[in-house]
Protein backbone atom coordinates (compact mmCIF):
# COMPACT_ATOMS: atom_id res chain seq x y z
CA UNK A 1 0.00 0.00 0.00
CA UNK A 2 1.43 3.25 -0.51
CA UNK A 3 2.56 5.58 1.81
CA UNK A 4 -0.24 8.10 0.71
CA UNK A 5 -2.83 5.80 0.56
CA UNK A 6 -2.05 4.88 3.99
CA UNK A 7 -2.17 8.46 5.47
CA UNK A 8 -5.54 9.11 3.98
CA UNK A 9 -6.89 6.33 6.02
CA UNK A 10 -6.74 8.34 9.21
CA UNK A 11 -8.83 11.04 7.27
CA UNK A 12 -12.00 8.64 6.54
CA UNK A 13 -13.30 9.30 9.87
CA UNK A 14 -13.03 13.19 8.68
CA UNK A 15 -14.63 12.56 5.29
CA UNK A 16 -18.08 14.58 5.63
CA UNK A 17 -16.64 17.55 6.83
CA UNK A 18 -13.54 17.33 4.09
CA UNK A 19 -16.32 17.15 1.62
CA UNK A 20 -17.91 20.05 3.03
CA UNK A 21 -14.29 22.25 2.92
CA UNK A 22 -13.73 21.15 -0.76
CA UNK A 23 -17.29 22.71 -1.52
CA UNK A 24 -16.47 25.99 0.76
CA UNK A 25 -12.84 25.76 -1.41
CA UNK A 26 -15.08 25.99 -4.65
CA UNK A 27 -17.47 28.90 -3.94
CA UNK A 28 -13.86 31.00 -2.52
CA UNK A 29 -12.19 29.75 -5.87
CA UNK A 30 -15.06 31.02 -7.94
CA UNK A 31 -15.34 34.85 -5.96
CA UNK A 32 -11.32 34.87 -6.61
CA UNK A 33 -11.88 34.61 -10.40
CA UNK A 34 -13.98 37.77 -10.26
CA UNK A 35 -12.19 40.03 -8.82
CA UNK A 36 -10.32 41.57 -11.69
CA UNK A 37 -13.69 42.05 -13.11
CA UNK A 38 -14.91 45.17 -11.96
CA UNK A 39 -10.87 46.65 -13.29
CA UNK A 40 -12.00 45.78 -16.88
CA UNK A 41 -15.40 47.64 -16.30
CA UNK A 42 -13.65 50.83 -14.69
CA UNK A 43 -10.82 51.01 -17.68
CA UNK A 44 -12.95 50.13 -20.55
CA UNK A 45 -16.68 51.60 -20.03
CA UNK A 46 -15.48 54.51 -17.97
CA UNK A 47 -11.68 55.65 -18.79
CA UNK A 48 -12.09 54.92 -22.35
CA UNK A 49 -15.70 55.74 -22.98
CA UNK A 50 -17.39 58.56 -24.55
CA UNK A 51 -18.85 61.74 -22.36
CA UNK A 52 -22.21 60.43 -21.96
CA UNK A 53 -20.91 57.35 -20.29
CA UNK A 54 -18.63 58.98 -18.28
CA UNK A 55 -21.58 61.22 -16.69
CA UNK A 56 -22.75 57.98 -14.57
CA UNK A 57 -19.92 57.39 -13.03
CA UNK A 58 -20.59 58.99 -9.74
CA UNK A 59 -23.16 55.81 -9.68
CA UNK A 60 -20.92 53.06 -11.13
CA UNK A 61 -17.62 53.33 -10.19
CA UNK A 62 -18.65 53.31 -6.49
CA UNK A 63 -20.83 50.72 -6.98
CA UNK A 64 -18.24 48.97 -8.85
CA UNK A 65 -15.30 49.19 -6.10
CA UNK A 66 -18.21 47.68 -3.92
CA UNK A 67 -18.64 45.49 -5.27
CA UNK A 68 -14.77 44.38 -5.28
CA UNK A 69 -14.69 44.92 -1.65
CA UNK A 70 -17.90 42.57 -1.08
CA UNK A 71 -16.19 39.89 -3.05
CA UNK A 72 -13.06 40.54 -1.37
CA UNK A 73 -14.88 40.21 1.96
CA UNK A 74 -16.55 37.17 1.06
CA UNK A 75 -13.66 35.44 0.55
CA UNK A 76 -12.21 36.30 3.35
CA UNK A 77 -14.83 34.77 5.34
CA UNK A 78 -14.71 31.47 3.45
CA UNK A 79 -11.41 31.00 3.13
CA UNK A 80 -11.19 31.53 7.09
CA UNK A 81 -13.72 29.02 7.63
CA UNK A 82 -11.97 27.03 5.25
CA UNK A 83 -8.58 27.29 6.93
CA UNK A 84 -9.81 26.58 10.09
CA UNK A 85 -11.89 23.35 9.13
CA UNK A 86 -8.79 21.81 7.39
CA UNK A 87 -6.28 22.36 10.19
CA UNK A 88 -8.33 21.03 12.34
CA UNK A 89 -8.79 17.82 10.35
CA UNK A 90 -5.34 17.98 10.53
CA UNK A 91 -4.53 18.48 13.85
CA UNK A 92 -7.37 15.28 15.10
CA UNK A 93 -5.21 12.98 12.47
CA UNK A 94 -1.74 13.71 13.89
CA UNK A 95 -3.61 13.09 17.03
CA UNK A 96 -4.15 9.49 16.11
CA UNK A 97 -1.44 8.98 14.74
CA UNK A 98 0.44 9.79 17.54
CA UNK A 99 -1.73 7.85 19.47
CA UNK A 100 -0.94 4.89 17.20
CA UNK A 101 2.68 5.76 17.19
CA UNK A 102 3.57 5.44 20.77
CA UNK A 103 0.53 2.96 21.88
CA UNK A 104 2.47 0.15 19.61
CA UNK A 105 5.35 1.34 20.66
CA UNK A 106 4.38 0.24 24.12
CA UNK A 107 3.29 -2.82 23.11
CA UNK A 108 6.49 -3.63 20.88
CA UNK A 109 9.38 -6.26 22.91
CA UNK A 110 12.52 -4.84 24.55
CA UNK A 111 14.25 -6.91 22.04
CA UNK A 112 13.20 -3.66 19.41
CA UNK A 113 14.31 -1.26 21.89
CA UNK A 114 17.00 -2.55 23.07
CA UNK A 115 18.30 -2.20 19.13
CA UNK A 116 17.55 1.20 18.72
CA UNK A 117 17.96 4.69 20.89
CA UNK A 118 14.80 5.95 22.99
CA UNK A 119 15.27 9.19 21.09
CA UNK A 120 14.37 7.93 17.64
CA UNK A 121 11.36 6.42 18.74
CA UNK A 122 10.35 10.06 20.78
CA UNK A 123 11.84 12.00 17.15
CA UNK A 124 9.21 9.58 15.43
CA UNK A 125 6.34 10.42 17.50
CA UNK A 126 6.84 14.25 18.04
CA UNK A 127 8.02 15.24 14.67
CA UNK A 128 7.93 12.70 12.07
CA UNK A 129 4.44 12.32 12.83
CA UNK A 130 3.79 15.81 11.89
CA UNK A 131 4.20 14.60 8.47
CA UNK A 132 0.56 13.84 8.51
CA UNK A 133 -0.80 16.92 8.76
CA UNK A 134 1.76 18.68 6.03
CA UNK A 135 0.38 15.59 3.75
CA UNK A 136 -3.44 16.63 4.11
CA UNK A 137 -2.79 20.86 4.76
CA UNK A 138 0.35 21.20 2.58
CA UNK A 139 -0.88 18.17 0.26
CA UNK A 140 -3.98 17.08 -0.64
CA UNK A 141 -6.37 20.33 0.21
CA UNK A 142 -3.71 22.91 -2.08
CA UNK A 143 -3.98 20.70 -4.50
CA UNK A 144 -7.84 20.56 -4.88
CA UNK A 145 -7.68 24.04 -4.53
CA UNK A 146 -4.76 25.27 -6.64
CA UNK A 147 -6.31 22.61 -9.65
CA UNK A 148 -9.51 24.14 -9.58
CA UNK A 149 -7.95 27.52 -9.66
CA UNK A 150 -5.69 26.46 -12.58
CA UNK A 151 -8.98 25.13 -14.23
CA UNK A 152 -11.25 28.16 -13.85
CA UNK A 153 -8.09 30.09 -14.98
CA UNK A 154 -7.25 28.83 -17.48
CA UNK A 155 -10.71 29.13 -19.11
CA UNK A 156 -11.34 32.73 -18.31
CA UNK A 157 -8.19 33.41 -20.69
CA UNK A 158 -8.83 31.14 -23.02
CA UNK A 159 -11.93 33.15 -23.62
CA UNK A 160 -10.79 36.49 -23.35
CA UNK A 161 -7.61 35.63 -26.12
CA UNK A 162 -6.70 32.31 -26.85
CA UNK A 163 -3.02 33.46 -28.15
CA UNK A 164 -1.84 34.91 -25.35
CA UNK A 165 -3.24 31.91 -23.16
CA UNK A 166 -0.91 29.74 -25.27
CA UNK A 167 2.26 31.57 -25.32
CA UNK A 168 1.56 32.00 -21.16
CA UNK A 169 1.32 27.93 -20.85
CA UNK A 170 4.26 27.98 -22.90
CA UNK A 171 6.78 27.49 -19.60
CA UNK A 172 4.38 24.73 -18.51
CA UNK A 173 6.85 22.50 -19.98
CA UNK A 174 9.62 23.78 -18.30
CA UNK A 175 8.03 23.64 -14.54
CA UNK A 176 7.20 20.67 -14.56
CA UNK A 177 10.07 19.19 -15.86
CA UNK A 178 11.85 21.59 -12.65
CA UNK A 179 9.79 20.06 -10.27
CA UNK A 180 10.31 16.39 -11.22
CA UNK A 181 14.07 17.61 -11.72
CA UNK A 182 14.33 18.56 -7.99
CA UNK A 183 11.36 16.36 -6.17
CA UNK A 184 13.44 13.08 -5.90
CA UNK A 185 16.71 14.96 -4.33
CA UNK A 186 14.54 17.31 -2.01
CA UNK A 187 13.08 13.45 -0.49
CA UNK A 188 16.25 11.78 -0.12
CA UNK A 189 17.66 15.50 1.09
CA UNK A 190 14.37 15.69 3.39
CA UNK A 191 15.21 12.12 4.83
CA UNK A 192 18.72 12.96 5.85
CA UNK A 193 17.68 16.06 7.52
CA UNK A 194 14.86 13.77 10.28
CA UNK A 195 18.21 11.39 10.48
CA UNK A 196 20.18 13.80 11.40
CA UNK A 197 17.81 15.52 13.51
CA UNK A 198 17.00 12.52 15.05
CA UNK A 199 20.67 11.59 16.30
CA UNK A 200 20.89 15.15 17.40
CA UNK A 201 18.49 14.54 19.76
CA UNK A 202 20.01 11.10 21.06
CA UNK A 203 23.03 12.69 21.75
CA UNK A 204 21.58 15.54 23.48
CA UNK A 205 19.17 12.93 25.62
CA UNK A 206 21.89 11.00 26.41
CA UNK A 207 24.35 13.49 27.59
CA UNK A 208 22.04 15.19 29.96
CA UNK A 209 20.59 11.71 31.18
CA UNK A 210 23.87 11.12 32.52
CA UNK A 211 24.86 14.31 33.74
CA UNK A 212 26.12 12.86 37.06
CA UNK A 213 28.54 10.23 35.71
CA UNK A 214 29.49 13.45 33.09
CA UNK A 215 30.25 15.47 35.93
CA UNK A 216 31.79 12.86 37.89
CA UNK A 217 34.42 12.12 35.15
CA UNK A 218 35.19 15.42 33.98
CA UNK A 219 33.68 14.44 30.21
CA UNK A 220 31.91 17.60 29.82
CA UNK A 221 34.53 18.75 27.01
CA UNK A 222 34.14 15.40 25.65
CA UNK A 223 30.01 15.21 26.03
CA UNK A 224 30.14 19.05 24.13
CA UNK A 225 32.57 17.80 21.28
CA UNK A 226 30.64 14.44 20.63
CA UNK A 227 27.89 17.19 20.15
CA UNK A 228 28.96 19.33 18.22
CA UNK A 229 30.26 16.83 15.62
CA UNK A 230 26.34 15.54 15.90
CA UNK A 231 24.90 19.00 15.42
CA UNK A 232 27.41 19.74 12.45
CA UNK A 233 26.01 17.14 10.47
CA UNK A 234 22.61 17.89 10.77
CA UNK A 235 23.75 21.92 10.15
CA UNK A 236 24.89 20.10 6.82
CA UNK A 237 22.06 18.32 5.85
CA UNK A 238 19.89 21.84 6.40
CA UNK A 239 22.06 23.43 4.26
CA UNK A 240 22.18 20.79 1.50
CA UNK A 241 18.50 21.10 1.46
CA UNK A 242 18.42 24.98 1.82
CA UNK A 243 20.49 25.18 -1.24
CA UNK A 244 18.59 22.57 -3.39
CA UNK A 245 15.01 24.72 -2.09
CA UNK A 246 16.97 28.07 -3.37
CA UNK A 247 18.06 26.72 -6.53
CA UNK A 248 14.61 25.45 -7.05
CA UNK A 249 12.81 28.57 -6.17
CA UNK A 250 15.48 30.63 -8.72
CA UNK A 251 14.34 28.36 -11.69
CA UNK A 252 10.91 28.24 -10.90
CA UNK A 253 10.54 32.13 -10.76
CA UNK A 254 12.76 32.73 -13.40
CA UNK A 255 10.35 30.88 -16.02
CA UNK A 256 7.40 32.44 -14.37
CA UNK A 257 9.14 35.85 -15.55
CA UNK A 258 10.07 34.64 -18.58
CA UNK A 259 6.13 34.34 -19.36
CA UNK A 260 4.54 37.25 -18.00
CA UNK A 261 7.09 39.06 -20.29
CA UNK A 262 6.41 36.63 -23.61
CA UNK A 263 2.66 37.70 -22.23
CA UNK A 264 3.31 41.52 -21.86
CA UNK A 265 5.11 41.55 -25.21
CA UNK A 266 1.93 40.13 -27.61
CA UNK A 267 -0.76 41.56 -25.34
CA UNK A 268 1.03 45.22 -26.39
CA UNK A 269 0.88 44.41 -29.55
CA UNK A 270 -2.42 42.89 -30.17
CA UNK A 271 -3.60 46.32 -27.56
CA UNK A 272 -2.14 48.24 -30.79
CA UNK A 273 -3.60 46.65 -33.42
CA UNK A 274 -6.78 46.96 -31.76
CA UNK A 275 -7.60 42.99 -31.20
CA UNK A 276 -8.02 43.63 -27.63
CA UNK A 277 -8.78 45.77 -25.08
CA UNK A 278 -6.64 47.87 -22.47
CA UNK A 279 -9.11 47.02 -20.18
CA UNK A 280 -9.14 43.23 -21.16
CA UNK A 281 -5.09 43.16 -21.20
CA UNK A 282 -4.96 44.36 -17.63
CA UNK A 283 -7.55 41.52 -16.66
CA UNK A 284 -5.73 39.29 -18.68
CA UNK A 285 -2.55 39.85 -16.19
CA UNK A 286 -4.46 39.66 -13.39
CA UNK A 287 -5.66 35.90 -14.74
CA UNK A 288 -2.00 35.37 -15.37
CA UNK A 289 -0.63 36.13 -11.65
CA UNK A 290 -3.39 33.85 -10.46
CA UNK A 291 -2.12 31.22 -12.96
CA UNK A 292 0.91 31.35 -12.09
CA UNK A 293 0.31 31.89 -8.06
CA UNK A 294 -1.38 27.67 -8.01
CA UNK A 295 1.12 26.79 -10.83
CA UNK A 296 3.72 27.99 -8.16
CA UNK A 297 2.00 26.72 -5.36
CA UNK A 298 1.62 23.01 -6.85
CA UNK A 299 5.61 23.13 -6.87
CA UNK A 300 6.35 24.12 -3.27
CA UNK A 301 3.53 21.46 -2.56
CA UNK A 302 5.27 18.89 -4.88
CA UNK A 303 8.26 19.71 -2.66
CA UNK A 304 6.56 19.89 0.79
CA UNK A 305 4.88 16.19 -0.31
CA UNK A 306 8.63 14.60 -1.02
CA UNK A 307 10.14 15.43 2.47
CA UNK A 308 6.07 14.82 4.60
CA UNK A 309 6.40 11.71 2.72
CA UNK A 310 10.05 11.51 4.36
CA UNK A 311 8.70 11.43 7.60
CA UNK A 312 5.77 9.57 6.99
CA UNK A 313 7.86 6.70 5.87
CA UNK A 314 9.57 6.59 9.10
CA UNK A 315 6.28 6.15 11.13
CA UNK A 316 5.09 3.34 9.21
CA UNK A 317 8.33 2.06 9.46
CA UNK A 318 7.36 1.29 13.29
CA UNK A 319 3.61 0.25 12.72
CA UNK A 320 4.57 -2.21 10.27
CA UNK A 321 7.27 -3.73 13.00
CA UNK A 322 5.87 -7.33 13.77
CA UNK A 323 6.55 -8.04 17.44
CA UNK A 324 8.33 -10.54 19.11
CA UNK A 325 6.63 -11.81 21.94
CA UNK A 326 3.11 -11.50 21.25
CA UNK A 327 0.30 -13.22 22.92
CA UNK A 328 -0.71 -16.72 21.41
CA UNK A 329 -4.02 -17.05 19.99
CA UNK A 330 -4.80 -20.25 22.74
CA UNK A 331 -3.45 -17.59 25.78
CA UNK A 332 -5.31 -17.45 28.64
CA UNK A 333 -5.77 -15.00 31.23
CA UNK A 334 -5.08 -15.83 35.10
CA UNK A 335 -5.98 -13.94 38.11
CA UNK A 336 -3.79 -15.49 40.54
CA UNK A 337 -0.63 -17.58 40.88
CA UNK A 338 0.58 -20.02 43.42
CA UNK A 339 4.20 -18.44 42.16
CA UNK A 340 5.74 -22.13 41.28
CA UNK A 341 8.43 -21.41 38.40
CA UNK A 342 10.20 -23.70 35.87
CA UNK A 343 13.01 -23.05 33.42
CA UNK A 344 13.06 -26.39 31.16
CA UNK A 345 16.53 -26.23 28.76
CA UNK A 346 16.15 -22.54 28.12
CA UNK A 347 18.76 -20.65 26.34
CA UNK A 348 18.49 -17.25 25.60
CA UNK A 349 20.83 -14.04 23.38
CA UNK A 350 20.43 -10.99 22.67
CA UNK A 351 22.23 -11.54 19.14
CA UNK A 352 21.10 -14.92 17.60
CA UNK A 353 24.94 -16.19 17.27
CA UNK A 354 25.31 -15.45 20.52
CA UNK A 355 23.91 -16.99 24.02
CA UNK A 356 23.76 -15.76 27.33
CA UNK A 357 21.96 -18.31 28.68
CA UNK A 358 22.02 -21.93 27.82
CA UNK A 359 20.47 -25.69 28.36
CA UNK A 360 19.23 -23.74 31.84
CA UNK A 361 16.95 -25.92 34.07
CA UNK A 362 15.64 -24.13 37.67
CA UNK A 363 12.51 -24.91 39.77
CA UNK A 364 11.72 -22.26 42.06
CA UNK A 365 8.89 -23.19 44.47
CA UNK A 366 5.81 -21.28 45.79
CA UNK A 367 7.56 -19.15 48.96
CA UNK A 368 10.95 -20.13 48.07
CA UNK A 369 13.52 -17.06 48.00
CA UNK A 370 16.34 -18.05 45.44
CA UNK A 371 19.14 -15.65 45.20
CA UNK A 372 20.99 -15.84 41.73
CA UNK A 373 25.02 -14.72 42.08
CA UNK A 374 27.49 -14.01 39.49
CA UNK A 375 29.42 -11.91 37.95
CA UNK A 376 28.79 -8.93 35.51
CA UNK A 377 27.27 -10.13 32.54
CA UNK A 378 26.80 -13.34 33.61
CA UNK A 379 22.60 -13.46 33.18
CA UNK A 380 21.13 -12.86 35.86
CA UNK A 381 19.03 -9.95 35.49
CA UNK A 382 18.42 -11.90 31.36
CA UNK A 383 17.18 -14.84 33.41
CA UNK A 384 14.62 -12.85 35.91
CA UNK A 385 13.33 -10.88 32.11
CA UNK A 386 12.60 -14.14 30.93
CA UNK A 387 9.73 -14.62 32.91
CA UNK A 388 7.20 -11.82 32.57
CA UNK A 389 8.21 -12.50 29.46
CA UNK A 390 9.98 -9.26 28.32
CA UNK A 391 11.97 -11.57 25.84
CA UNK A 392 10.79 -15.04 24.91
CA UNK A 393 13.81 -17.95 25.14
CA UNK A 394 15.27 -19.44 21.30
CA UNK A 395 14.58 -22.66 23.05
CA UNK A 396 12.78 -24.50 25.62
CA UNK A 397 10.09 -23.03 28.10
CA UNK A 398 9.27 -21.40 30.90
CA UNK A 399 6.25 -22.27 33.25
CA UNK A 400 4.06 -20.48 36.06
CA UNK A 401 2.59 -23.26 38.02
CA UNK A 402 2.72 -25.75 34.96
CA UNK A 403 1.49 -23.47 32.45
CA UNK A 404 3.89 -22.28 29.33
CA UNK A 405 3.94 -18.33 30.29
CA UNK A 406 3.22 -18.15 26.31
CA UNK A 407 -0.24 -20.09 27.09
CA UNK A 408 -1.06 -17.07 29.78
CA UNK A 409 -1.47 -12.97 28.24
CA UNK A 410 1.02 -11.11 28.83
CA UNK A 411 -1.14 -8.26 30.73
CA UNK A 412 -2.12 -11.04 33.32
CA UNK A 413 0.97 -12.45 33.57
CA UNK A 414 2.71 -9.56 34.20
CA UNK A 415 0.23 -8.48 37.08
CA UNK A 416 1.07 -11.36 38.83
CA UNK A 417 4.84 -10.34 39.30
CA UNK A 418 6.70 -7.54 41.48
CA UNK A 419 9.60 -6.47 40.10
CA UNK A 420 12.41 -3.86 41.54
CA UNK A 421 14.14 -2.61 38.77
CA UNK A 422 18.17 -1.82 39.50
CA UNK A 423 18.05 1.56 38.00
CA UNK A 424 15.82 3.94 39.62
CA UNK A 425 13.15 5.56 37.86
CA UNK A 426 11.10 8.37 38.63
CA UNK A 427 8.20 9.76 36.08
CA UNK A 428 7.06 13.52 36.65
CA UNK A 429 4.28 12.94 38.80
CA UNK A 430 3.26 12.76 42.55
CA UNK A 431 5.07 10.83 45.08
CA UNK A 432 2.15 9.40 45.45
CA UNK A 433 1.48 8.29 41.33
CA UNK A 434 5.11 7.11 41.49
CA UNK A 435 4.52 4.25 44.48
CA UNK A 436 1.21 3.13 42.87
CA UNK A 437 2.41 2.99 39.57
CA UNK A 438 2.09 -0.83 39.37
CA UNK A 439 -1.03 -1.03 41.27
CA UNK A 440 -3.52 2.29 40.28
CA UNK A 441 -6.15 1.63 42.37
CA UNK A 442 -4.38 1.04 45.77
CA UNK A 443 -5.44 2.63 48.89
CA UNK A 444 -3.87 5.80 50.94
CA UNK A 445 -2.87 3.78 53.11
CA UNK A 446 -1.15 0.74 51.56
CA UNK A 447 0.57 3.52 49.45
CA UNK A 448 1.59 4.78 53.10
CA UNK A 449 3.00 1.22 53.98
CA UNK A 450 4.73 0.78 51.11
CA UNK A 451 6.78 3.55 51.63
CA UNK A 452 7.56 2.89 55.37
CA UNK A 453 8.67 -0.83 53.96
CA UNK A 454 11.01 0.96 51.41
CA UNK A 455 12.37 3.49 54.31
CA UNK A 456 10.94 6.18 51.97
CA UNK A 457 8.72 7.53 54.14
CA UNK A 458 10.62 10.05 56.27
CA UNK A 459 12.52 11.75 53.09
CA UNK A 460 9.17 11.79 51.73
CA UNK A 461 7.46 13.80 54.24
Known sequence: MSIYRRVLRYYRPFLGRTIFGLF???????????????FKVIVDDFLRAGPAIRSDWRIWIPLLCLALVTIQLLWGIIN????????KIGLQALLKLRTDLYSYLQSLSLKYHDARRSSDSSFRVAYDSQSIQTIYNKGFTNIFGSTITLIGTFVIMLRLDWQLTLVSLAIVPCVVGAIYLFAHRIRRESTSIQEQESAVLAQAQEGLSSIRMVHAFGREEFEVRQFQQQARQSLQANLRLTLTNVNSALVISTLMVVGTAAMYYIGTLHVLGGTLTLGS???????LLMLYQPLES??????????????????????????????SPRAIAIS???????FNSVSFGYAEDRYVL??????IEPNQIVGLVGGTGAGKSTLLSLVPRFYDPATGSIALDGCDVREITKRTL??????VLQDTLLFSTTVRENIAYGRPDATEEEIIGAARRAQADDFIR
Not at 302 to 319: I, N, S
Not at 336 to 342: L, P, V
Not at 358 to 363: M, S
Request: charged letters at 20%; hydrophobic letters at 50%; a neutral charge.
Open 281 to 287: LLVFSAY
Open 358 to 363: RDVDLR
Open 336 to 342: SARGAIT
Open 298 to 327: LTYTTWAMEGATAGAKRCFEVLDRQDDVVD
Open 414 to 419: RAQIAI
Open 24 to 38: LSLIGVGLNLLKPWP
Open 80 to 87: WITNYLFV
